[in-house]
């Protein structure tokens, strides 16, 4: 089982970030993808979830109206476009899969929001 990241790395305030998610190992399509995110010094926090496998959605209030998950069954991966970024989104974000009582979770991906 696999969930590798990418897309991360450093913007200005203002800007935009798209991250992914590639998973394999797994039938994809039958879990629930979430990003969450963990800053220096705090707890990991669930940032935005699907919260079945299908098309609801589930986001923390700091990124509500900026940021948005989306998933491509056919290609096993998950996205996080991120806009209007603030120093505050400075974390690393990391792409779980959870079916039942099984969880599954990539290495993270590093995002910097500073000028």
């Known amino acids: 089982v696999q969930l590798v990241e990418s897309g991360g790395g450093l913007v200005q305030p203002g800007g935009s970030l798209r991250l992914s998610c590639v998973a394999s190992?797994?039938?994809?399509?039958?879990?629930?993808m979430s990003w969450y995110r963990q800053a220096p010094g705090k707890e990991r926090e669930l940032v935005a979830a699907f919260t079945n496998t299908g098309s609801s959605t589930n986001y923390a209030d700091s990124v509500k109206g900026r940021f948005t998950i989306s998933r491509d069954n056919a290609k096993n991966t998950v996205y996080l476009q991120m806009n209007n970024l603030k120093p505050e989104d400075t974390a690393v974000y990391y792409c779980s899969a959870r079916r039942y009582v099984v969880v599954y979770w990539g290495k993270g991906t590093l995002v910097t929001v500073s000028l």
């Open positions: 190992g797994f039938t994809f399509n039958s879990y629930a």
